[in-house]
């Protein structure tokens, strides 16, 4: 199986900066894509950014020009730096990363998120 660990959260004031950290580790033969999703209290869980492994990125509207999303492919390590950032940001953050075993099977693992929150 392979594991996904996210990293970083904590407590901004509105206007700051945060960069959260994503490991995936296992048996990994390859990896199509990584991202991430946030969920706010009391809402559903929404795409924040994706990243294939052919270097294409997706943005929700909310975020596009404030988070960077990246990725290290040797560490199979994504990063999302998040700038600017405002109360409407605070949610837990997941990572999920999808590609293929050593032994050809096929995963997509979520983390157990991180909090990250926005408030002066």
């Known amino acids: 199986q392979v594991q996904v660990v996210e990293s970083g959260g904590g407590l901004v004031q509105p206007g700051g900066s945060l960069r959260l950290s994503c490991a995936a580790s296992g048996y990994i033969l390859s990896m199509y894509a990584m991202g991430w999703y946030r969920q706010a209290p009391g809402k559903q869980r929404e795409l924040v950014a994706t990243l294939t492994s052919g270097g294409n990125t997706n943005y929700a509207d909310s975020v596009r020009d404030r988070f960077t999303i990246s990725r290290d492919n040797a560490k199979n390590t994504l990063y999302l730096q998040m700038n600017s950032l405002k109360p409407e940001d605070t949610a837990v953050y997941y990572c999920?990363?999808?590609?293929?075993?050593?032994?050809?099977?096929?995963?997509?693992?979520w983390g157990r998120g991180t909090q990250v929150t926005v408030s002066s």
């Open positions: 999920t990363a999808g590609g293929f075993l050593a032994d050809g099977r096929r995963f997509d693992s």
